[in-house]
């Protein structure tokens, strides 16, 4: 390895922010991170999975070192973001990367790709230090389908790993998952989240005559209230309570003297590992069986509840936290879910990250010293975990 030209995760990090790999877009970003995983003798395999209603993605897993009977430690993260949004309301262009006062501003400066420029700096020193034969495997698996349905990304790239006989044994997602200073929280799990759509059906007629019509609206106030009513759970160690919280309510009536025809809902569902979305599909499907009469319900899961029990793998990482920072990480399972959800059932998996307090918002921003302590951290992280 040449000491000429080493990863400079801050130059990374910007020049990833300059490709505007808006969501399904890859704008060249995996083509400049290829290249710097490459250098370091990365074996880099670009996939395009399409298909099952979403647009065609781009998608990279790479790997160095051979897992035999080592262990494989993976990266995982995105290199896709969110729009800018109001371009006008950002104080500099939100895809040039620009560096002030020792900030990096930019779509993705938090959310990820500093982060995915820290993997492969302290991949870099890792294996400057210990050579390519460590007895192990680092890997990195890159999707560009994480803000938008996440269709063709990091589930398919399992698959096709899977496919390819690719093991990983711990895998870091490195979503912004701190609150106010690096170091504060690490995710050892993520709550469940499913929405529900109820439509109610009765009669249209006149107020006046509701011997004639069948208002749908004191059904579906019932069916509401019933599922509002239960608590599902008290929490447990690791989780919050689970909550159903009732987002709209839709009539769609002008008139003070029509029954309508249907009045419908629209719910959402968090919940935590003692629940599956299949049973409280089948509760809230008895409820409206009880309560609704004439109705349609719609489900759309976007995932599972799932919990890292804390173990090696989160004080390997709370360690090397401990190590850089000097704080000890909260173990959270708070906040919306992530595509470690599809990891969980390959390996044991956590989530650490930036700050998120930026991200999806305008000016983004993440201050250089925290992306080179978390380039710090990673490489901790590796020291820890290829312990010789
Ligand atoms: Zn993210």
């Known amino acids: 390895m040449s000491s000429a030209a080493r990863t400079d995760p801050i130059i990374l990090s910007r020049d990833l922010i300059r490709r505007p790999s808006v969501t399904p877009a890859d704008a060249g970003a995996l083509d400049v991170l290829g290249t710097a995983l490459e250098r370091l003798g990365f074996a880099c395999h670009r996939m395009t999975f399409e298909g099952d209603g979403s647009a065609p993605i781009d998608n990279l897993y790479a790997r160095l070192g051979e897992r035999g009977n080592g262990r494989t430690f993976c990266f995982a993260g995105h290199s896709d973001v969110v729009p800018a949004g109001d371009v006008a309301g950002w104080s500099l262009d939100p895809f040039s990367g620009e560096i002030a006062d020792g900030i990096l501003y930019g779509r993705g400066a938090v959310d990820m790709k500093s982060a995915i420029a820290s993997f492969v700096e302290a991949a870099e020193r890792f294996t400057a230090e210990r050579g390519r034969n460590f007895g192990g495997a680092i890997s990195l698996l890159i999707t560009g389908d994480e803000e938008g349905i996440a269709v063709n990304g990091t589930k398919k790239v399992l698959r096709w790993m899977h496919d390819k006989g690719e093991v990983i044994d711990a895998c870091i997602v490195g979503e912004p998952t701190c609150q106010a200073k690096l170091g504060d929280m690490v995710k050892i799990g993520r709550r469940g989240s499913m929405s529900g759509w109820l439509t109610v059906f009765g009669a249209q007629g ?29 929490g447990t160690d690791w989780f919050q309570p689970s909550n159903l919280e009732v987002t709209t309510i839709d009539v769609d009536n002008p008139a003070n003297n029509v029954i309508p025809a249907k009045a419908s809902a629209v719910f959402n569902i968090r919940f935590n590992v003692r629940h599956s979305s299949e049973a409280l599909i089948a509760w809230i499907r008895e409820v409206c069986d009880i309560h609704a009469g004439p109705h349609e319900i719609k489900f759309q899961v976007s995932g599972e509840a799932f919990l890292t029990e804390p173990g090696q793998l989160s004080e390997i990482v709370a360690g090397a936290i401990k190590e850089r920072t000097g704080i000890q990480p909260e173990l959270s399972t708070t906040g919306g879910t992530s595509d470690a959800r599809f990891i969980r059932s390959h390996c044991e998996v956590v989530e650490f990250g930036l700050v998120g307090r930026t991200m999806h918002k305008l000016n983004e921003h993440v201050a250089l010293a925290d992306i080179r302590t978390l380039a710090d951290i990673y490489k901790t992280v590796l020291d820890r975990y290829f312990t010789p």
Do not use: E, F, G, S
């Not at 069948?214 to 059904?219: C, L, T």
């Open 206 to 234: 006149h107020v006046a005559y509701p011997h004639l019509a069948d208002n749908p609206i004191p059904r579906l106030i019932r069916t509401l209230d019933a599922l509002i009513q239960r608590k599902l759970d008290q």
